[in-house]
């Protein structure tokens, strides 16, 4: 079974530093990554994937993350962050037959003025 | 309609109560899934459902959540004789190829 891991439950970084978001799955069978950005009080919102393909993903508001097969890795990364990215991160994965998506349990990354 | 949408949005219950859950998915998307999502924890699958078929289930905690999708478009999920445990928010997400998530309904059960 597909597992994920969010090696970081809270990061925080100064406005306008760059920051990374770390991620790392189990599976490589035929694995489709995911991060999401959830507000508080809202639902998630999809901010890139990787299904195949080029493994640097660019995604939206700035994001992009890289997918790195020999370490079975999704980080994320902003070179510059804004008061705005101040949020829960979550990665996820899905891989072979299987539909739904198994996430890991968030980072929170909160941006300092 | 323009994104998934959820209701209520806010749920209390008492020990015991059922309660029904209501699930509105983007127009024409074939996929549905329930996830349920703890307090500072990553959601967690429920149940998916392709139309009106539950393809699968293996998600729900236990005999007294249920599920249901009988047109193929709008999604029920019921629990019954509610626990403390169950409280959580309870997101739903519908497909085409990617998932997209509504705004949650958070239960809290008293």
């Known amino acids: 079974a597909q597992s994920v891991t969010q090696l970081d439950s809270q990061v925080p970084v100064f406005e306008e530093a760059p920051v990374e978001l770390r991620c790392n799955y189990s599976s490589s069978v035929s694995v489709y990554l995911f991060w999401y950005v959830q507000y508080p009080n809202q639902g998630l919102q999809l901010l890139l994937k990787y299904l195949s393909g080029s493994t640097l993903v660019k995604g939206i508001n700035g994001f992009e993350a890289e997918f790195n097969k020999s370490q079975t890795s999704f980080h994320l990364r902003k070179p510059s962050v804004h008061i705005s990215d101040t949020a829960e991160y979550f990665c996820?994965?899905?891989?072979?037959?299987?539909?739904?998506?198994?996430f890991g349990s968030g980072t929170q990354l909160t941006v300092l003025p | 309609g323009a994104g998934v949408s959820q209701s209520p949005r806010y749920k209390v219950a008492k020990r015991g109560q059922d309660v029904a859950l209501r699930c509105d998915p983007i127009s024409g998307h074939v996929s549905l899934f329930w996830y349920q999502q703890a307090l500072g924890q990553g959601p967690e699958f429920l149940t998916y459902f392709q139309n009106e078929a539950q393809l699968d289930k293996s998600g729900l905690p236990s005999d007294r959540f249920f599920a249901e999708r009988p047109e193929g478009s709008v999604s029920t999920l019921k629990i019954q004789r509610t626990q403390q445990e169950d409280s959580a928010v309870y997101l739903c997400?519908?497909?085409?190829?990617?998932?997209?998530f509504g705004p949650g309904t958070r239960l809290t059960v008293l």
């Open positions: 997400a519908s497909a085409h190829d990617t998932q997209y």
């Open positions: 996820a994965a899905t891989s072979g037959s299987a539909r739904q998506l198994t």
